[in-house]
């Protein structure tokens, strides 16, 4: 069985600015490995947490100190309540140290804004560095309600592209009487650029905030540092083929073919699907022997819906899913960002399903105990999302069956999901009445297997980059960041083994050096949360 092994990123070294809007953390980080699939089939909450083999490699580095966070019944003070997830790193990009393929960004550093809607816009900073990705920063001075709000964050420049997590600050009061503890600051999402010429901008972001909408513009400059001017070199030198992102994907005919190539193995290639109405859109992949590909599906908003890694036999994939008209995507990569290659996509569709047979209905009603909303379908049809800690039903129409299926909606790193895949099958239940009523329960056990949701306090100055089960076969550098000071950073669902565990390691140290160690055992049941909290930086 494969193991989702997410390769080591790189980071910047934190650094504080933009006083009076919050303390932001320039201390962004590269994820080189994406995409791995666990789906389990059924939902008996059932079974212990086994022994996971360790990797027979140990990493570099000490424990300074252990934060002796153990989880265990009645021992582990949890946070039942249901978390808002946060995008709490910067984007998927290539590995640090490529060759650059924005030259001279600070002179791009500056005030932009979109002519079409004028009266509000960016203020983008680039730092440039030697021997490491650029860092880029971002204030968006915006409305909401009538009132101006004030977003502000930081990543790393990948290529021509940068993504940063942005906070949200509110509460304060206007000197003398500022108060830096009255300041409130809220995970906003992400903000994407892609810089497309020296005057051009393609600007795009992905809120989790309630009340705020995924959007995207092309920005101009209003004034600029300039000096060395800029150049933007697209395709990078290396010669990738396909962008990195959703904003850069391919656009693709369907039906059609396309090819490709994976180089470096941390590549990722995206394309762009229309569809003009409901249909089953499939894709298959055909590559070279050396190269192992998988693949995600997303939604216009660059959220994974699907993914698939050896459906197609072998180490092929086959992605099929039923969708409605719209526009999606599809991402490519090696698993375990580990191999290389070039491949073929053939993309087809078919019409879509008919409607279930009439006469009998069926009320589903699932419970959904995971801290992230989960998708259910009936019988291969999408009933829609039940939400964290919630409760949906419906009523449909079905024929003398039902199966139900759900699926965790992940949370994502520029489209990359973030942690472990959940998803599940309940019985097959036969439809013998007019009438019938079904009631189904989500928790954080997959059949047999168990999976946790690191919770952390990070109550040190410096932001701290996380792995989940590190040294074992199932070791997951996520590249997530808990950022200095902030309460509730979640990244995923995780497989819990006896004998994992959860690291704390300084951004920029590429997963070495010090660390902050929490040994996890058992989770909270139903939620699976496992709270812990870091006092003291590694």
Known sequence: MKRNHCLPGAGARATRMLRGIGRVLLGGIVVTGIFAADVSSSTSNSGAAPLEAARGEDLTGSVPWNAGVVAAPNGLLIDGRAATPGLLSTPQAKAAQTAKTLINPRSLSGLWFDPAQDGHGFNFTFVEREGANDIFAVTWYVYRNGAQVWMAGSGEV?????????????????????NPAAVNRQAWGTISIEVESCSRIRVSWQPVVSGFSAGSLTAQPIVVAGGSPCQVTNPPPSGDDHGNSCPSATTVAVPGSIGGAISPASDADFFRVNLGGATTLTVTSTSASSLDPLAVLFDSNCVAIASDDDGGGGLQFRLQRALSAGTYFVGVGSFAGATSGSYQLTFSTTSAPPPPPSGNTATVAVTNQLIYPIIVRANGNTLGQVAAGGTA??????????????ELVRPTLSGTPLGNEMAGTFQTMSITAPTNSFTYTVDNVIGTTPYFAPRVNNNTNVPLLMGVNMGLSSENRCNCVAPAFQQNTVFGYYRLFSNSNVRGYRTGSNYSGPFIFWNVSTAEVGTGIVRLTANIAP
């Open 158 to 178: 990948v290529g021509n592209a940068a993504s940063a997590q942005v906070v949200l600050t509110s509460g304060a009061q206007f000197p003398p009487a500022f």
């Open 393 to 406: 039903s419906q009523t449909i129409s079905v024929g003398s069956s039902l199966t139900v299926t759900f």
